[in-house]
């Protein structure tokens, strides 16, 4: 096995706010028990992970308390703080899970403040580094509305010191230009990966503005990447077919952070491998045909 390390410093780094971070990241929604809700099958097994995650040079771990709920944060503080001075927590605020595990908007300014606050409380800071807002018009993608109301409350939040950046989720280009005429925007969150490209005009106006792209689903999520080009491509050059995925995002554009998210610390260090994977410009025409490009956000 490679040094998880070297690789991750391969793949370089790019600014999140007024930080700097690692391009390959990790995503702790795994963390929590099936469909995201209530606690793991073994508990020490996802603290492990976790440890394994920075003392592997991953210095960029994304969250929310909507997760379990609570239950992701609970272990991420457990397992790190008190945490690595160049270690980054983003959190998202936005959504609110229901008895019956469902995902339910929690726009309203008491919503958004309460959600700070236990992030703040669950995770043990005093400050969060950065917290997306997660709009929730269609749980299942991107939907226009306006975002003034709950961005402005973050924006307070942000004011009384208790956000230090924002970033947005779930947004379309339309909402991004709205947010970032309401507070700076350093990042946004939504879904994008080698099948599934509908913000590739999106991704490539950020990079030009300086602003992070950071892809959730990066291995298709719930429903995992198949594809007989990916799988002949990665068998070419003695990876794994998400290896070359997560490889692919990382070529597609500078301002691109991964976050994929496993339960397993194997696993973890496969993903951390693909940073040091280099995919030749003939593999790149090949895997650019999965799918077809659709313009905007």
């Known amino acids: 096995m490679t040094d998880p390390l070297t690789d991750l410093d391969r793949a370089g780094s790019y600014a999140l706010g007024d930080r700097r971070v690692k391009r390959l990241g990790y995503g702790a929604m795994q963390l929590a028990g099936p469909h995201v809700f209530g606690p793991p099958k073994d508990r020490n097994r996802a603290l492990a992970v976790l440890r394994a995650a920075v003392a592997g040079g991953v210095n960029h771990i994304d969250t929310s308390d909507f997760y379990g709920p609570h239950v ?6 457990e397992a790190l703080h008190l945490y690595p001075d ?76 208790l956000v230090r950046r924002i970033g947005l989720s779930n947004v379309t280009a339309q909402q991004v230009a709205e947010g970032r005429s309401i507070a700076e925007i350093v990042c946004v969150q939504n879904a ?28 298709g ?30 070529r ?23 940073a040091g994977l280099t995919l030749p410009d003939a593999a790149m025409a090949e895997l650019d045909r999965i799918a077809t490009p659709a313009g905007g956000g």
């Open 72 to 77: 992701t944060n609970q272990i991420i503080r």
């Open 252 to 274: 597609r554009a500078p301002n691109i952070l991964l976050i994929p998210g496993t339960s397993s610390v194997e696993h973890l260090h496969e993903n951390m491998a693909a």
């Open 192 to 219: 994008y990966n080698l099948a599934h490209r509908a913000d590739d005009v999106l991704i490539d106006a950020l990079a030009d503005a300086g602003i992070a792209y950071v892809p959730f689903f990066p291995l």
């Open 221 to 250: 999520g719930f429903s995992p990447l198949q594809s007989t080009t990916l799988s002949e491509v990665a068998g070419r050059l003695g990876a794994t077919p998400m290896q070359v995925a997560l490889a692919w995002l990382l």
């Open 86 to 161: 160049d270690l980054v927590i983003v959190t998202k605020v936005g959504a609110k899970r229901g008895a019956d595990a469902s995902w339910n908007p929690a726009f309203s300014a008491e919503d958004l403040t309460r959600a700070v606050h236990d992030n703040l409380r669950h995770l043990g800071l005093d400050a969060l580094d950065i917290v997306n807002l997660r709009l929730m018009f269609d749980v299942h993608g991107p939907a226009e509305g306006s975002i003034e109301a709950p961005l402005t409350v973050l924006a307070d939040l942000q004011r009384q010191g």
